[in-house]
């Protein structure tokens, strides 16, 4: 088994705001992520703690999501800073793991 060190990087955002496609457009052809996840939450606050859920009686189309990818730390660096210049994602975490291949 091989171990490599990595960066994990997390984007919130929030659906409607039509930049998932291109997010991935980018973690994919441009910046070619080792992995992209990505994750829809049934509720969430940030910053301002406006809660954004769904309901039984309503579909939001402002749902949490969370787009999770991981790479070399430096490629990882690289993919941030363009995907913060091109779409204005304001809340961004990273943080070092490894991983494990066969």
Avoid at 76 to 91: C, G, M, N, P, W
Wanted: hydrophobic fraction near 40%.
């Amino acid at each position: 088994m091989i171990s490599k060190n990595v960066t994990i990087a997390r984007i919130y955002t929030l659906e409607g705001h039509d930049q998932l496609n291109e997010a991935l457009d980018i973690l994919r052809d441009e910046e070619k992520m080792m992995g992209v996840t990505i994750f829809r939450g049934i509720a969430g606050f940030g910053e301002n703690c406006e809660v954004h859920t769904s309901s039984r009686l309503t579909l939001s189309l402002e749902l949490p999501l969370v787009i999770e990818f991981y790479d070399e730390p430096e490629k990882v660096e690289i993919a941030i800073q363009v995907l913060k210049s091109r779409l204005d994602f304001k809340h961004i975490i990273s943080w070092p793991a490894t991983t494990y291949l066969d």
